[in-house]
């Protein structure tokens, strides 16, 4: 497979702090690549400078283009999207109001529709709550929500950052399995996730991330082996 997201001597900073030291991954076409480690690690500032969501230094190359600094509506209208923590869903709007804003750029009426359909193909329960509002879902239709409006827009490139955040074990799983569905529809993910053994279990590739840095990476089952991740980092 061809690496259809390259980055090269990435770094971050946020004031005088240093978040991420200039790191370098490559993110196949069609693969589930993650990247865990410790809160602060520099896991969602990766994600943010992707998105063009925060200033770095360093190259982005995207489907062999070399990417600058731009809007985040820019990168979005290369087929990038960005779910953040925390889902960032508009509360105070509807379902469906919340998918037609994922669906900004599509201008064909019925392409938006088609679009539609296929979010509800990979989320019945938001076709049901179409007309609530956002903010009265459950913390799991929530999380739906905001992958289900990145996904209307039908983008090459699903960053994903912490997707399982505050579910319950049972949500979790069908998170993953939703992603891992997604992922066969040909989205290429890349995906930040405290729950490293999850994440581990669907990776096709990961990297470990230590104070803004890559100290290890590999083939998802070999971190999930590794003495290093499972006695340091998954507590076994």
């Not at 690496?3 to 790191?23: H, M, P, Q, T």
């Amino acid at each position: 497979m061809d690496s259809f997201l390259s980055v090269d001597e990435l770094s971050v900073s946020y004031g005088k702090v240093c978040a991420l030291r200039s790191i370098s991954l490559k993110v196949p076409r069609g693969s589930i690549v993650t990247m865990i480690g410790a809160n602060g690690a520099g896991k969602s500032s990766t994600l943010r400078a992707l998105a063009s969501a925060i200033c770095y230094q360093g190259k982005i190359f995207f489907d062999g283009i070399p990417l600058r600094e731009e809007e985040p509506s820019q990168r979005a209208s290369r087929g990038i999207s960005l779910v953040p923590e925390g889902r960032s869903i508009f509360s105070n709007l509807t379902v469906a109001e919340n998918l037609r804003l994922g669906a900004w750029s599509i201008r064909s009426l019925s392409e938006r529709q088609e679009n539609l359909d296929r979010i509800f193909y990979f989320f019945p329960k938001l076709r049901e709550r179409y007309s609530q509002i956002a903010g009265t879902l459950s913390g799991g239709e929530q999380q739906m929500l905001a992958l289900g409006r990145s996904l209307v827009s039908k983008p090459r490139l699903l960053l994903l950052d912490e997707p399982s955040m505050g579910l319950s074990p049972l949500l979790i799983k069908e998170v993953f399995s939703i992603i891992k569905k997604i992922n066969e529809e040909g989205i290429t993910i890349l995906l930040v996730e405290q729950n490293a053994t999850m994440a581990l279990q669907i990776a096709h590739y990961a990297y470990f991330l230590e104070l803004g840095a890559i100290t290890l990476e590999g083939l998802g089952e070999e971190l999930l082996g590794h003495q290093k991740i499972s006695s340091g980092y998954l507590g076994k």
